[in-house]
Nanobody
Framework: QVQLVESGGGLVQAGGSLRLSCANSGRTFRDYPMGWFRQAPGKEREFVAAASASGDSTYYADSVKGRFIISRDSAKNTVSLLMNSLKPEDTAVYYC??????????????????WGQGTQVTVSS
């Protein structure tokens, strides 16, 4: 059973930074791709960033490209999302997710099978 737990959310002023972490239990992180999604109030959940199993390949939504960095620490069995130059429109609940697949890189919500409970990020103007 895969369990994902996010942490690191909070309140930050516009222009600031936050680092989200996703801890995993039940399967070795280094074996499969990972992704981050977010859901703002009144909006559908949307893709933010994804990394391949090795971490060599990453993909970002246009809205966060150049500001967010996804990375993985296999030794700690975690995947992180460093968010820089935050904007009020980045305010959302952020979720980490994992597919059953052990290869590839995914940006569609339907490709992911395991989800964390989410962590709130609020950016004040």
């Amino acid at each position: 059973q895969v369990q994902l737990v996010e942490s690191g959310g909070g309140l930050v002023q516009a222009g600031g930074s936050l680092r989200l972490s996703c801890a995993n239990s039940g399967r070795t992180f280094r074996d499969y791709p990972m992704g981050w999604f977010r859901q703002a109030p009144g909006k559908e959940r949307e893709f933010v960033a994804a990394a391949s199993a090795s971490g060599d390949s990453t993909y970002y939504a246009d809205s966060v490209k150049g500001r967010f960095i996804i990375s993985r620490d296999s030794a700690k069995n975690t995947v992180s999302l460093l968010m820089n130059s935050l904007k009020p429109e980045d305010t959302a609940v952020y979720y980490c997710a994992a597919p059953r697949s052990y290869s590839g890189i995914y940006i569609r919500e339907r490709d992911y099978d395991y989800w964390g409970q989410g962590t709130q990020v609020t950016v004040s103007s």
